[in-house]
């Protein structure tokens, strides 16, 4: 991963521009268990050939044509277990902004697309009163469920089959039991949240605008969204950091498959321009957000949001 601060070494620019090639053969590869003598296989395309063969056997012999959305979401939490209990522990460029971040959530909480709950052991705070993680690919929610359970807050922590959309969002809080909407559906100026965390999943979700907008209403007055977030390099915005390579990089890596092997991530986002316009022409009480690696081809921002009170 790029390195936040100070100007890049060339070998870090290079590998800067690199890295989502490297995580697209990491999704492609397959490692060789030297003491099962065999091939344990990583990548999420090994496993998506995999689902596909299990759909057919099971009876389901259309599903490679028909179901290719849903195979694919499988194979992606297959993918993202794997991929999630593989990566080093040592906490480098953008994973190395989360946990000062994550730290700070408080109240009720909105953890979206959790994946496979690697940010779950910065949620143990007795200021988080609750905890509700839409993910949509429920292949992954067993894991969730285990780590929830592993780090002691499975109690608190409601996993939603759902995305993060309004439509599906609010019937999924709904039916938890918890009345976490009621005062929401009473006047929606009441909000829901007290902290939305958006963890590396604005690059996935559909129609990005719309859903900024939405979890501008769905944040309580004074509320904050914390934000990491990989987006577009932007070489012209005056600012002189971004990199002409950078976003040409983005736009090759895009071009051969990383949307398609990378779960519909996307990394030509403006994530930014769309969470300042989510809270339109009143604007928020302070965004506070800061860019790194502006000169590769997987630039972050990450900061707070703060919602003004009523
Ligand atoms: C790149 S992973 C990041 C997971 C986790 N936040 C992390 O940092 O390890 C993106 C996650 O967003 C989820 N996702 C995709 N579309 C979504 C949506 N519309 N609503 C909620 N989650 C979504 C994916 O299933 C996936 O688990």
């Not at 989502?20 to 496993?47: H, I, V």
């Not at 002691?152 to 909407?181: C, F, M, N, Q, W």
């Not at 949307?259 to 302070?286: H, N």
Request: neutral net charge; glycine residues 10%.
């Amino acid at each position: 991963m790029p390195s936040n601060t100070g100007a890049p070494s060339l070998k870090q620019q290079l590998m800067g521009m690199l890295e989502p090639g490297q995580l697209m053969l990491w999704s492609l590869s397959r490692k060789f268990n030297s003491e099962q003598a065999s091939y344990d296989y990583l990548g999420f395309a090994t496993d998506y050939l995999r689902v596909c063969k299990e759909a057919v056997i099971n009876g389901e012999i259309f599903a490679p044509i028909f179901q290719i959305s849903k195979l694919r979401d499988v194979a992606f939490g297959r993918f993202w277990v794997e991929f999630s209990s593989n990566r080093p522990s040592e906490l480098t460029g953008s994973s190395a902004l989360i946990p000062p971040l994550l730290s700070t959530s408080t109240g009720i909480v909105l953890d979206i697309g959790p994946g496979a709950g690697s940010q779950m052991h910065l949620l143990r705070s007795k200021e988080i009163t609750s905890i509700y993680g839409p993910e949509p690919c429920t292949t992954l929610h067993p894991t969730l469920r285990t780590t929830a359970i592993n780090e002691g807050i499975s109690e608190k922590y409601h996993i939603l089959p759902s995305g993060v959309s309004a439509k599906d969002l609010l019937p999924a809080l709904r039916k938890t039991g918890t009345g976490v909407t009621d005062a929401y559906e009473k006047d929606t100026k009441n909000g829901i949240f007290d902290t939305i965390l958006c963890v590396r999943v604005l690059c996935s979700v559909p129609e990005l605008e719309k859903t900024t907008k939405e979890l501008y209403a769905l944040l309580k007055p004074g509320g904050r969204l914390l934000v990491t977030e990989h987006v577009v390099n932007r070489p012209f915005d005056g600012n002189g950091k971004g990199s002409v390579i950078g976003r040409l990089t983005q736009f090759i890596w895009m071009w051969v498959g990383w949307k398609f092997l990378l779960g519909d991530c996307c990394l030509d986002r403006d994530t930014e321009g769309a969470l300042r316009g989510a809270a339109g022409v009143e604007g928020w009480e302070s965004f506070d957000i800061e860019r790194s690696a502006e000169w590769s081809a997987m630039p972050y921002i990450s900061g707070t949001l703060v919602k003004k009170s009523l």
